[in-house]
């Protein structure tokens, strides 16, 4: 798809991967980012060109709304819609608790949330003749992490909702659905799961995802997420103790 002239909004675009995205595809593009701290929402976008902010809850119906009405009012309409904002918790499923609570939490940011969002922008998104969702979900989506467990389970639904969107979409708009699978990436996010030492950079994932927009690629490995990936669907057990080890 046409990756210039395109209004885009990312939510969770203050820092991370989000950031990269919008670094990366602002020289050609007006961007929206979109998180719930207005002053790193502004620290992060006063060195970039066209890129704009916007405080926003993205659990919270309300702000959704209200998130809507100011993209059709002051942007005129969208073209791409990032969902990248997430939460995690660290922990272990059989010994520490709160396990419920803690799902809740994830799915509610990393699943609902992205449902809502596609379904209030899909209006916008319709009445343009190139449109797309991009979905980030994770290498945990389909390697579940140990230490990641819920987490690992709200990207699994999103890379299913992902799929089915893509299929249902493509029947009659020009809405192309993409998902960006990250591996571990070095950010504030995954400090406390070795993301420093271990993580590639998060401007890696902002480039394969422009390539990708570019290319209409529509499920974006990044890293070492495809090796895994191909791994994983053909010896299911041994790559998941091969990730968990």
Do not use: C, W
């Not at 119906?61 to 809507?68: C, G, P, S």
């Amino acid at each position: 798809m046409t990756i210039t002239n395109n209004t885009i909004l990312i939510t969770g675009g203050g820092s991370g991967i989000g950031l990269e995205i919008a670094k990366a595809l602002s020289p050609a593009n007006k961007i929206i980012i979109v998180g719930r701290n207005k002053e790193k929402l502004e620290a992060a976008a006063k060195d970039l060109d066209n890129v704009f902010t916007i405080q926003a809850d993205i659990t919270n119906e309300a702000d959704i709304d209200r998130l809507v009405e100011e993209v059709k009012v002051n942007f005129g309409g969208l073209n791409i819609l990032i969902n990248n904002a997430g939460s995690a918790y660290i922990y272990n499923v059989a010994n520490d608790g709160d396990a419920y609570s803690k799902a809740v939490s994830e799915f509610t940011t990393n699943y609902f949330a992205p449902i809502r969002l596609s379904e209030k922008f899909l209006p916008l998104l319709k009445q343009q003749t190139e449109a797309a969702i991009v979905n980030v979900s994770s290498i945990v989506g389909f390697v579940p992490g140990s230490h990641l467990p819920t987490y690992s389970d709200s990207k699994a639904a999103l890379h299913s909702h992902t799929r089915l969107l893509r299929y249902e979409l493509a029947k009659d708009t020009n809405v192309k659905v993409f998902e960006l699978m990250p591996p571990l990436v070095n950010t504030d996010f995954s400090v406390e799961i070795g993301g420093r030492e271990n993580g590639i950079p998060a401007s890696d994932v902002a480039n394969d995802l422009v390539k990708a927009l570019q290319e209409d690629i529509y499920e974006i490995r990044v890293g070492n997420t495809g090796l895994l990936y191909d791994n994983f669907f053909a010896a299911t057990e041994g790559a998941f103790a091969t990730f968990n080890n």
